[in-house]
């Protein structure tokens, strides 16, 4: 019997759960990882060989069109690691696929420039330009560079080249990263810190699955104590690489310039504001194998590492690593994943950890690390509560009187206030003084906030901008319509106005727009140029001010309004941040913490610096419910064209629910936000036993109800948002 057509699986990057079949012709060779052009319907596709199949198909099959020879094939840990979050997330393994070729271009062959140099032979006729021109080709130049360092027209460098006294060169485009230095030194370690890189050492040079929490105070020197462990990992393995993800861009720009002190070369950045050409050039690299240090926000982690040997997840708390549009996905969760596809070295590192990860820790499946001291002499600051209940402030101001003394006493010791307000814009919403109206955005529920530097009324939801109308469109009061509350840039008039001759700026994602705004006022900051800085939750994190002594936090309430699961969690752990920024080197710090709840655990444990009892108090808070880390939750958000439709709907979704031991569902309810875009919003909410396969169980649900089109519904497992 002649033997069968070849027959490859080829998954697409399309909402996609299944590989699609496609015959090979003919002499092609196409193992599984390559990535080929397949025709999908009327167009073609780039997809990548996921299986072969030895079971020919009876039906006539398409044929792969071309196989893409530049692009070397994604390793099989890559393909498990999509097959496995995609279960886990409950999205299609096609969605996934589609983040991990971020860069199309990246498959091809690197762009190249023509560049012309010097040959070493002599033209047969020799003029003073001619002669000018050789004297500077001795390195390769383009075309018109060389004609202007040459001083002649571009005419003489064509003859030259004519005339074969000079050649082309080909330079890529996209030039490797230079190779990290392992061995230069490194910063001392404290008997503290070297312990700790130590462990992390000795559990890269495992090359097994092992995870660590790296848990140490701000301050403590948790960056110098991983960077021993990925000087190892680099050592150990010539072609090892490893990839340190970071919560926010912002944090990426502060930390390269340690990396190029510490391994004398700058990193390969990764991350949603880079270029195409940047991200073309990284893709390939790492692809390739030869970018050794990946830094880089959470899509990083799906870049196809051919031998990644270590991650590093700085900041492991923070919420910005949970995406919450299109693949909802934790990357925390799914960077130790990877590590155990990968049998490499995991390291969470953060000055407050997620109960998640402390729950992993205590029981054990991670090495717990400490780091309790800040080294050198510097202290901890000292954190005080101002009870905004016995000593308000005046009416229209927000920073009571101890925060103020506060902050006069530290302008006078010439030394620098960090306030801290996490509201944007200048009123988080604005009010008719005439009817009683709250300005929303159309088609969602949500107020519009007041941004007076910019004159403009903004939906930080939805980004919906308009201009703040000079009549309140409701009852057409001219001048009623009045903003409500302080946000930053509020805060920064009040200041302005009661420290006369401060320096003041503002620190939010509407102030600093680009890196390098960022970096500019970072400096600014550092050298002095700035007394009070008001800042967002951008503040709360990595920079460091040597003359930074105050930190007050101005309402230190507002996350706990709105009451989800993790709100007091998140709000110890953003106000312990920002609480660490105060006091370095020789200086001690002090925080003010401006409160109407001076009793809720979140703030009266801060205040006693008690971060192990608050810990317990939450845990025991979870253990009771059986919510994370001691049960599962998840979500189910359905959305629709109108209430009515949404109703009918999750009614119907409702009762399709599957029955399962050990799994409760609770709803359909009004999603916090009913109104989004438009779109009606009801909302499931899913706990289950650790043992329960809640992916699993979602996704069985979801398969059960035929939902027309204009009805959506998005799972999102593990949910960190309660809208
Ligand atoms: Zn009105």
Redesign the pocket.
Known sequence: MPPGPRIVSVLLPQPLPEPFDYELPEGMNAPPGSFVVVPLGPREMIGVVWAERSVPSNRKLKAVAEVIAPAPPMPPAMRTFIERAAKYVCAPAGNLLAMSMRSREALEEPPVELLVIASGETPERMTPAREKVLAEAGAPLSSADLARAAGVSSGVVKALLDAGALMQVERSLDPPFEEPDPERPARDLTEEQKAAADVLKAHVSERAYKAALLDGVTGSGKTEVYFEAIAQALRDDPEAQVLVLLPEIALTQAVTSRFEERFGVVPAEWHSAAGSKARRRVWREVAAGRARIVVGARSALFLPYRNLRLIIVDEEHDASYKQEEGVIYHARDLAVMRAHIESCAIVLASATPSLETLANASSGKYTHLRLSARPGVSRLPEIALADLREQPPETGRWIAPQLAKAIEETLAAKEQALLFLNRRGYAPLVL?R????RLKAPDTDSWLTEHRYSGMLICHLTGFTMQKPLA?P????KG?LTGVSPGVERLAEEVHTRFKGARVEVLSSDTVTSPDSLRELIARMEGGAIDILIGTQIVAKGHNFPALTLVGVVDADAGLRGGDLRAGERTFQLLLQVAGRAGRADKPGRAIIQTYAPESPAISLLAAGDRDAFIEHEMEQRRQVGFPPFGRLGAVILAAGSSEQANEWAAAFGSAAPNAAGVEVWGPAPAPIAVLRGRHRRRFLVRSDRNVDLSAYLSAWKERVKLPPSVRVALDVEPYSFM
């Open positions: 008719c005439a009817c009683g109206e309140c409701h009852c057409g009061a009623s």
